[in-house]
């Protein structure tokens, strides 16, 4: 006997359980976590450009200022970019609002849009994971957009959803793109990542999404940390929080050695002046 279900009181991960246990095939895929990708090791300096937080989709998405970074970084001779998270702005449902904040929306629509207008330069490769934002669009659809985007780019990278490593000889860079709020100190959330991480997988490097806002840890527990800015000027959701993002990106300037790292140049390129209406 089959039972009944009361939809109005199951989410939706309970509903896609119930439709594979009574036999159906679900569309929703299983998630790419955790995913190692390894470069050639590299002796002499190199640099990498750290972009996060674009949020295709958003009328206070900063574009121009995105393909500006992108200008900047061809210039000064990057050729890798990684990316942390957050391409598109995601499902309109991430708070009650959030609808009227985008001027796209649906994942068809947000997924050619970024195929279209996410920056795209030669020689230059862009290396991906995906943000909550970018996620809630797998919660409802089981697609992971960023995955999409990438296979329609060849110079877009996918990496997976929420963490990557990649490495670079014996040097581990981690990307990141946590969940929650902004604590009351900008090292805080940082520093408890760190902690939680086990002795023997810690990364020389790791880049965290998601805050919006920029900070640096050069050594904690012997993990250089950075917290990156975004590519989004302040929405009414942020203005009520009294948030304010920072918009910007990073370039790494690497000096390798046989066991990992001898030196890191970070610099911090900030665009003090968001630009309204960009969309």
Wanted: glycine letters at 8%; hydrophobic letters at 30%; one cysteine or more.
């Amino acid at each position: 006997m089959i039972k009944e279900i009361n939809l109005e009181k199951v989410n939706t991960a309970q509903l896609l359980s119930e439709i594979s246990n009574r036999g159906f095939i679900s569309t929703k895929r299983e998630l790419i976590m955790d995913r190692t990708y390894k470069f050639p090791r590299k002796y002499k300096s190199y640099k990498v450009g750290i972009v996060s937080d674009c949020h295709l989709g958003s009328q206070y998405q900063q574009i121009t200022l995105l393909h500006k970074a992108y200008d900047i970084m061809s210039d000064d001779g990057v050729k890798n970019v990684f990316f942390c998270g957050d391409m598109i702005d995601g499902s309109g449902r991430m708070h009650r609002d959030q609808m009227y904040e985008m001027f796209i929306v649906g994942s068809d629509k947000l997924c050619k849009y970024a195929i279209e207008h996410y920056p795209k330069r030669d020689n230059m490769k862009t290396h991906c994971i995906s943000g909550n934002h970018d996620l809630s669009i797998y919660n409802e659809s089981g697609e992971d957009p960023v995955k999409r985007i990438c296979e329609s780019r060849d110079d877009l990278n996918y990496l997976g959803a929420w963490n990557a490593t990649i490495e670079i000889g014996k040097l581990k860079f981690q990307l990141l793109h946590p969940d929650g709020g902004n604590a009351y100190a900008r090292s805080y959330k940082q520093q408890k990542i760190i902690e939680q991480l086990p002795s023997g997988k810690k990364p020389n490097i790791q880049l965290i999404g998601h805050y919006h806002s920029q900070n640096v840890l050069p050594n904690y527990r012997g993990v250089f940390s950075i917290q990156l800015p975004c590519f989004q000027a302040q929405t009414p959701y942020l203005k009520r929080k009294g948030l304010n993002p920072e918009v910007g990106f990073v370039i790494l300037e690497i000096t390798p050695n046989s066991k990992g790292i001898d030196s890191i140049k970070t610099e911090f390129i900030t665009f003090y002046e968001p630009i309204e209406g960009d969309f």
